[in-house]
DNA sequence: TATGTGTTAATTGTCGACAATATTGATGAT
DNA sequence: ATCATCAATATTGTCGACAATTAACACATA
């Protein structure tokens, strides 16, 4: 973990802003290795800054539960559990679920289009590519629900928290999912649904869609646990 | 807004974690007006600490959304509007019916038996003093379901977020309920069926009850605003 | 009077140094 | 050899000062 502070664009204001910014993508990359211990004087020298604004940048990881910190001792990358995993599932398919509710009340005709364009593209993608598309196009279509909720105060838990969550475990397991095809037709019959404006019937689709996403990680680790343990 | 720093034990490590806690509890009850901005440096001599834990704390409270900041101007505490508040109700009313859900499946014997005293002790503070079971009792019910759902991550949500800016709207806007006897009963039928261990009801009764109140809080900022407006 | 501009003042962002705490390693006793 | 104790080291927490940016104000102009 050397080079962290190189390219991406991102034309932040502040120091504290741009190293944050890095920072999660070093961490949800698994250049800074989960449970690995963060040395302030070390990452201070390492971005060329002082330990002010490195601070407030551990700080905000702090908050999106990046990273965990104990006074007096110091921050960890955080390390995960499939528990923890799980728990997360369980929440999402509750708050996607109002999130696809809201969105079929509150999306504009527009926004549904660009929604089948996104849908178009990842269909291109899974032909082409389908890495891609499992680590980072499924959560660009969650995400885009979620902002078409409306709702300001779940699209900030989605992007200051559980956006983050979901991409580190997403790179930390791998997850090379047989439900790419089959998540994809489901994301297409959400997608209807918020079309007619069916706001229970989106709900119903997202939170069954999550759900068994969630079984299938649940197999996949009871599997691999049985094997290891 | 000047006598923020005394009381409250409250034995933090930290200066930060003091000053954090000392900040959300003056926020929350109004002593720091809603909408205000926060000077730094006026801050920093009334708690007669330097800056740099003050941003430090100053960055938590913005973490759970009780102040806002933008760079190089300075941080205002967050203004409430009543389409906000709807929001987070429904945010509740997806998040407790999970909590609520889990907390049937989760909380052991013991951990039920203490909820129902914690229903007893709010009887009795119905019959002598209503306001503080409006202001935090109701709370306290809704933190303990939370908590008993076991699922770390919805009760760091809850602690870290919603539950301040809950109490905010509470303070703030007053809302001497009519609803105080009717949703102590619904809390009643929520532990029962989280006794008899049925989730699907657990959840079903919690998710109704706050959409109730939702419902409430919404004919209460209709009627206010068609008269004022 | 209203509006635009330039200067001053104040506030935020950043830095380096010091104090307080925790970790490491060595030393000695059981 | 194991464990406890203590010194040395390193890391985090806190502070005060400086730099960069924004806000406030006076002044000139239309």
Redesign the interface.
């Known amino acids: 973990m050397s080079e962290i502070l190189e390219n991406k664009p991102a034309v932040f ?2 120091i504290a ?1 741009t190293v944050c910014s890095k920072l999660q993508n070093a961490i949800v990359e698994g250049i800074i290795p989960a449970g690995s211990k963060i040395s302030e004087p070390a990452l201070a020298i390492e971005f060329g800054i002082s330990r ?1 604004p490195l ?2 940048a551990l ?2 990881l702090e ?1 999106c ?1 990046l990273i965990e910190r104990t ?2 001792v110091g921050a960890r990358v955080v390390s995960l559990t499939p528990q ?1 995993l799980v ?2 599932y ?2 999402r ?3 996607e ?2 999130a696809a509710r ?1 969105a079929a009340e509150n999306m504009s005709d527009k926004e549904i289009n660009e929604l089948d364009e996104l849908l178009e593209k990842h269909q291109q993608q899974i032909k082409q590519d389908q890495s891609y598309y499992q680590k980072e196009g499924d959560m660009d279509f969650h995400f885009q629900i979620v902002k078409g909720s409306k ?4 699209i ?2 989605f992007s ?2 559980l956006y983050h969550l979901i991409r580190l475990y997403r790179y930390q397991f791998g997850m090379v999912s047989n439900r790419v095809q089959r998540a994809f037709i489901e994301h297409g019959h959400i997608v209807d649904a918020i079309r007619q404006r069916d706001g229970e019937l989106a709900q119903f689709l997202m939170s069954r869609h999550i759900s068994s996403s969630r079984k299938n990680v649940e197999k996949m680790l009871d599997e691999h646990l049985t094997i290891t343990d």
Chains 1, 2 share one sequence.
């Open positions: 204001s502040t802003d002010g601070r407030e700080s905000r908050a539960n006074p007096n923890h728990e997360i369980l929440i398919e509750s708050l679920g109002l809201m709702n300001s105060h779940l900030d838990m200051n928290d």
